[in-house]
């Protein structure tokens, strides 16, 4: 099995509260959080996995985590069935200790303005995703970044593709989420706030529901740490939601 692959995306987009945004701006911060945190409660566990150290093509990547974790059980008789599980649970644990952000590729979908954004009182940011990895973050190593597959039914040997079981376990969602159309960050060092380079952030959409006096709070604030943004608003036009830029 391989996952669907997809184009890398020139932008990303968060949506916030205009709180959460009037901060995330100010001080030139994301927050990465644990899995565990999250909404769906199966979100990055090993449901789409399994585990099987016998398979004839074991991963190299696999080789070396297990020369690792066996000398832990050596005063136990650790079968392949044992040595199974205790390699699921130390996978388990150290993707618990990962930080995840989230970013949309749509940032016009009424219900995530609904859903994050505050209905319309909040703002969604625009990210330049074509700048390095290394410099979005600066003292942040970044391990995943990529696209979440929705509504994958198929179960795969992690101990034969460590970096498939890997992307199974973190980039992969039940289909009723897929509207979302999320992309991921992942790191190793753990939930936390980390700044994030002024280059990294491109744009602000304002909700249709801030006010004058709000934008320009937001716009100055800007103004003073990021250069050439592009900045629009969400306008109710009858039923339907028109942008345009300032």
């Known amino acids: 099995m391989a996952l669907e692959q997809f184009a890398k995306p020139e932008r990303l987009y968060k949506y916030m509260s205009l709180e959460t945004g009037c901060l995330v701006l100010n001080d030139g911060t994301l927050k990465f959080s644990y899995p565990r945190n999250f909404e769906d409660t199966s979100d990055c566990s090993l449901d789409r996995v399994y585990f099987d150290v016998t398979c004839k093509n074991l991963d190299p990547l696999v080789k070396e985590d297990l020369q690792l974790l066996i000398p832990e059980f050596l005063h136990l008789n650790l079968t392949p069935e044992l040595l199974n599980k205790a390699y699921r649970k130390r996978r388990e644990a150290l993707a618990e200790e ?22 319309h009182n909040g703002v969604c940011l625009e990210f330049d995703n074509s700048i390095k990895e290394n410099e979005k973050f600066p003292n942040l190593s970044v391990g995943i970044s990529n696209h979440v597959r929705y509504g994958l039914d198929q179960s795969v040997n992690y101990c034969e593709n460590k970096r498939l079981g890997t992307a199974m376990q973190f980039l992969s969602k039940r289909i009723e989420y897929k509207y979302e159309m999320e992309y991921r960050l992942v790191t190793k060092s753990g939930e936390g706030v980390y700044s994030f380079s002024p280059q990294f952030l491109s744009g602000v959409i304002f909700g249709a529901k801030v006010s004058k006096t709000d934008r320009e709070n937001i716009i100055t604030i800007c103004r003073k740490r990021y250069s050439d943004l ?17």
């Open 230 to 246: 592009k900045f629009q608003i969400a306008v109710f036009q009858g039923e339907e939601v028109e942008y345009f830029h300032l």
């Open 98 to 119: 990962c930080g995840v952000t989230c970013f949309t590729l749509n940032p016009k979908h009424d219900l995530m303005w609904r859903k994050y954004g505050d209905d």
